[in-house]
């Protein structure tokens, strides 16, 4: 594999992009309007810089690896690559329109990977003529720091594109889990109920965000508390996933909490909206 291609240069895709880059892949990285692409490449900047100002690698590896990313604005350039991966948002009508016209557009062979982190890899599959090509990668953020890429099979995914999707997660210095397609896969469904349960705790008084946070980080060797992580990861996107649990299993410990609801319809997203369990407007 040499040529992969991402969709979406948001958090994620940016991250991923500039993984493979730096791994030696040519990137092909897309996105609906140049802006984006802006943001995109500027975050991929500023992240390499760190490497560069402590000294790991040069300005001139920065540079190489910067040049290995060719930007587009058409999802026709998709057809380029041995593999996609969609890091666009997290709406499943939105997917399943991609993941059809990618089908139409990409030579049969091409695998075609989604970062979902909870959308159904089986269903994404279905709307294509080549499900057994169709897997799930998800990457954790930040994605040039994370080792997990949770390599999702739908009900179709073939041994050899699992094969081949693991070969190329080791390529990028990461280390693939094979998980089985269903709600939350195994990292949102182990994670999204504790998130929720320190929710909970906060809403009913057992302790202050920032004790939850320190019993956690103190306690149990966490980097950040589940608070504070679920800030990192957005609560719009801590509630959707919440949701995609309680829907899929129909089970009442999936219920979000309503502090995380309610923080959601003030537009309290965590450190993307400025507001979250802590105050980042500073
Ligand atoms: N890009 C590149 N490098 C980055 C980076 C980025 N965006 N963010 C941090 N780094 C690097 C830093 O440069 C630093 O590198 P060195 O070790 O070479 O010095 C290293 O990562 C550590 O960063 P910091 O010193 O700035 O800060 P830290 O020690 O507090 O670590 C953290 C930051 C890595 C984010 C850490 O707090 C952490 O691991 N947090 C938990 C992250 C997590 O759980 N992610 C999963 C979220 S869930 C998800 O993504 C999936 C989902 O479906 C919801």
């Known amino acids: 594999m040499q040529h992969i291609v991402v969709i979406g240069a948001g958090t994620m895709g940016n991250g991923i992009a500039h993984t493979a880059a730096a791994s030696g ?41 910067i040049g290995r990313i ?31 016209q990618l089908d139409e557009i990409t030579p049969p062979e091409t695998i075609l990977a989604s970062n979902t ?42 041994d050899e594109t699992y094969g081949r999707v693991e070969d190329l997660a080791k390529r990028m210095s ?41 019993v956690m980080k103190l306690g149990m060797n966490h980097p950040m508390g589940p608070l504070q992580l679920a800030d990192f990861i957005g609560l719009d996107v801590c509630l959707a996933i919440l949701r995609v649990l309680q829907e899929g299993f129909g089970e009442p410990k999936y219920r979000p909490c309503p502090l995380l609801v309610k923080m959601v319809d003030a537009g309290w997203l965590g450190k993307k909206s400025g507001r979250g369990f802590y105050d980042y407007r500073k």
């Open 174 to 214: 990461k280390t693939a889990i094979e998980v089985n397609d269903y709600p939350g896969f195994v990292s949102n469904r182990v994670l999204m109920p504790m998130i929720n349960e320190a929710i909970f705790a906060l809403y009913e008084g057992v302790a202050t965000a920032e004790s939850i946070d320190g």
């Open 25 to 65: 892949l040519e990137v092909t990285l897309i996105d609906v309007a140049q802006e984006f692409l802006d943001r995109g490449m500027k975050a991929i900047s500023a992240n390499l810089q760190r490497g560069v100002d402590k000294g790991k690698i040069s300005a001139g590896d920065k540079a190489e690896i």
């Open 117 to 158: 982190s909870s959308i159904s890899i089986t269903r994404l599959g279905a709307v294509t003529r080549r499900p057994d090509k169709v897997i799930g990668m998800h990457f954790m953020n930040p994605v040039p720091v994370m080792t997990l890429v949770e390599v999702i099979r739908g009900i179709a995914t073939s």
């Open 70 to 100: 060719r930007q587009s604005t058409s999802v026709a350039d998709a057809a380029a690559g041995d593999l996609v991966i969609e890091a666009i948002l997290e709406n499943l009508a939105a997917k399943s329109a991609l993941f059809r």
